[in-house]
């Protein structure tokens, strides 16, 4: 039976008690509610729930959004405002055509694409525009090269920008060490056309590359893209809310083609070309098992340079092979820290620097110092001492052997002696004034004074000849005995000495201030023979 309401100030008024915690359910909000205030609670219970989960109190405002930035509260109304403009966002994923491989004719840097070889969105977003399609951009010139863009986030960035691969390898092209890319471009300027691939809705990609300076693209010049075969990735605009789990794959990575399983180093050497790598953190290269090589090899593919694992059996080894012409090392210091081994090959003869004892050179066979283009001094002042095996045998004491000197007087000594001369000069020098030449000879024929007196032959007035006299000083170094008497020489008949230079002093003429006689004993001592 049905309820009158007769007194609403008491069967219809303010509820006792507030409950906004009841947990949903049939039968707490449909079935057992007996009264309006139940209803009343049941409802404050479900708004509560909706608003925060039943945290805090059901009657507590919105809050202020505040991670990363502050927000604005919103209402369904906002939230529903939001969450569409959020699903149909635009945005651009890249469509690979790897299945379609598109013919470069020659002498072109551009080709026009026909039905087949279009992108499978064939509808043409030109411009910038948020129409839903392929990005292209209206070309100034259709069947020609042009570098009409769609404006992107930068110069190297326009939103009508291709990916470009080798439809062979799936390598990317290069143009001077830079990579190619393509510029789509449609004959028909209306925005939200069809691509047909016949006129007037043709498509064509003008290929580029980044100019030297990297802040601009630039024609690909024809000699690096004609006649070659390619596949390419347009870019389609989406909504968000289009986007597949597979396009935040291909928005992680270069596309290099259908050809290539994995991005191996050619392709990352190819893609480098010759710009610098600019390394700014430590790089290190683990040769993880034992007798692993890393190798540089040459266009034969000899070796040149290898690394060689060996740290379990200690022969780990840094080799320079001997297809290496010429091992140039122009560093201020090479500093080898354990010594240096020569020579060490089959047939060659091991020179240890350094390896056998510190500070000593040991040769495996006879050991030859020999410079060609300069002399080979020791310097620092240090000194030079000779030995050899026989010397242990010996009376000699000194351990060092001979010693070139034992004080810088010893120098000035011999400077005075001999000249600066060499050794074997000063030697032989020495040897020299050690055994005189000495010639007798008897005078044959009376000669009067200031005539020439020799032996036979020249003018035959004693009978041996004197030798050749012209060596060193005339005055200072032959001493002239007559009958055993020393005369005294002059430099010419001026000087009015006992004798003089004859006519030639190379055949040993000699001139008297006197007359020598038949019987006369000559002697003649020579100091520079």
Same mark, same amino acid.
């Given at each position: ?7 609403? $100030?008491?069967? =219809? ?25 139940? $209803?009343?609670?049941?409802?404050r219970s479900q708004l509560h729930n909706l608003l925060e989960v039943q945290a805090g109190n059901w009657w507590d405002d919105l809050n202020v959004p505040a991670t990363l930035e502050t927000g604005a509260k919103r209402g369904v109304n906002d939230l529903n405002t939001a969450l569409h403009a959020v699903e149909k966002k635009r945005v651009l ?13 020659? @002498? ?16 043409? #977003? ?13 070309? @100034? ?49 209306? $925005? ?84 610098? =790598?600019?390394? @700014? ?37 840094? #080799? ?11 560093? =201020? ?15 060659? @003869?091991?020179?240890?620097?350094? =390896? ?174």
């Amino acid at each position: 039976m049905g309820r009158t309401f007769v007194r609403q $100030d008491t069967q =219809v008024r303010k509820s006792d008690v507030y409950d906004d915690t009841i947990v949903p359910s049939e039968a707490n909000f449909e079935t057992n509610p007996v009264h309006v205030e139940d $209803d009343l609670n049941t409802i404050r219970s479900q708004l509560h729930n909706l608003l925060e989960v039943q945290a805090g109190n059901w009657w507590d405002d919105l809050n202020v959004p505040a991670t990363l930035e502050t927000g604005a509260k919103r209402g369904v109304n906002d939230l529903n405002t939001a969450l569409h403009a959020v699903e149909k966002k635009r945005v651009l994923r890249n469509v690979y055509n790897v299945g379609t491989d598109v013919a470069v004719p020659a @002498t072109q840097n551009f080709v026009v694409l026909a039905l087949s070889e279009l992108p499978s969105n064939t509808t043409a #977003a030109v411009g910038s525009v948020t129409t839903l399609g392929t990005v292209v951009a209206a070309a @100034t010139s259709f069947g020609a090269h042009n570098l009409d863009e769609v404006t992107g986030p930068d110069a190297l960035s326009p939103k009508n920008l291709m990916e470009i691969v080798d439809a062979s390898s799936g390598d990317p092209i290069l143009s001077s060490g830079r990579r190619v890319w393509g510029l789509l471009q449609t004959e028909n300027a209306t $925005d939200g056309h069809t691509m047909t691939g016949t006129t007037p809705d043709r498509a064509q990609i003008s290929f580029v590359r980044p100019n030297s300076t990297f802040d601009d693209l630039e024609a690909c010049p024809v000699a690096d893209i004609e006649s070659t075969s390619v596949n390419y990735a347009s870019r389609e605009r989406v909504r968000l809310e289009d986007l597949t789990e597979a396009d935040f794959l291909k928005g992680a990575v270069v596309d290099i083609g259908a050809g290539a399983v994995t991005v191996t180093r050619q392709v990352a050497y190819d893609n480098q070309g010759t710009t610098p =790598v600019d390394l @700014t953190t430590n790089a290190i290269l683990d040769l993880e098992g034992a007798g692993l090589e890393w190798q540089i090899r040459d266009d034969l593919e000899a070796i040149l340079f290898r690394v060689i694992e060996g740290s379990a059996g200690g022969t780990s080894k840094v #080799a320079v092979e001997d297809d290496v012409d010429e091992f140039d090392v122009d560093a =201020v210091v090479t500093d080898f820290l354990n010594g240096i081994k020569v020579d060490t090959g089959a047939a060659g @003869t091991t020179i240890d620097i350094g =390896v056998t004892a510190a500070n000593q050179i040991t040769s495996g066979g006879a050991l030859s110092m020999v410079s060609t283009a300069a002399d080979l001094n020791l310097v620092a002042g240090l000194e030079l001492n000779m030995t050899d095996s026989y010397r242990s045998g010996s009376t000699w004491s000194l351990a060092d052997g001979i010693a070139l000197a034992n004080s810088s007087q010893e120098w000035s000594d011999f400077e005075t002696a001999f000249g600066e001369v060499s050794l074997l000069s000063a030697i032989k020098t020495a040897y020299e004034s050690a055994h005189r030449r000495k010639v007798y000879s008897v005078v044959t024929s009376t000669t009067t004074a200031d005539n020439d007196v020799s032996g036979p032959s020249n003018d035959n007035n004693l009978d041996t000849d004197l030798g050749d006299l012209s060596g060193g000083t005339f005055v200072d170094d032959y001493d002239v005995f007559l009958n055993g008497l020393l005369l005294r020489p002059g430099a010419d008949a001026s000087a009015n000495n006992d004798y003089y230079p004859g006519t030639s002093l190379a055949n040993g003429q000699l001139r008297f201030e006197f007359t020598v006689k038949v019987g006369d004993q000559l002697c003649v001592i020579d100091h520079v023979a």
